[in-house]
């Protein structure tokens, strides 16, 4: 089992910034990838962003590219959400997500952060 827990989640206005992190417990060994999702109210979740080990290949949605940065620390088994140039349209639901294994899906989620972008 993994436990997720995330932080940083709040309100800021439109072009302001936030960083998001996410602390993984509960498993001695590495973890494949880590990610972030999100949810707006009325819509399904959707991929953000993932990571493949501390330094490794990155994968970002269309529409936060070039905006967004997502890192990680392996030592810590914690993953991170730099978010630039906020708009409204980014306000949801943010989960932290793991994939333990490379040929699996992401099975552990956290409870998620809220994120909230006035215009």
Not at 24 to 47: D, H, L, T, V
Not at 59 to 87: E, H, P, W
């Amino acid at each position: 089992q993994v436990q997720l827990v995330e932080s940083g989640g709040g309100l800021v206005q439109a072009g302001g910034s936030l960083r998001l992190s996410c602390a993984a417990s509960g498993r001695s060994f590495g973890i494949y990838s880590m990610g972030w999702f999100r949810q707006a109210p009325g819509k399904e979740r959707e991929f953000v962003a993932a990571i493949v080990r501390s330094g490794g290949p990155t994968d970002y949605a269309d529409s936060v590219k070039g905006r967004f940065t997502i890192s990680r620390d392996n030592a810590k088994n914690t993953v991170y959400l730099q978010m630039n140039g906020l708009k409204p349209e980014d306000t949801a639901v943010y989960y932290c997500a793991v994939r333990p294994y490379s040929w699996g899906n992401f099975d552990y989620w956290g409870q998620g952060t809220q994120v909230t972008v006035s215009s």
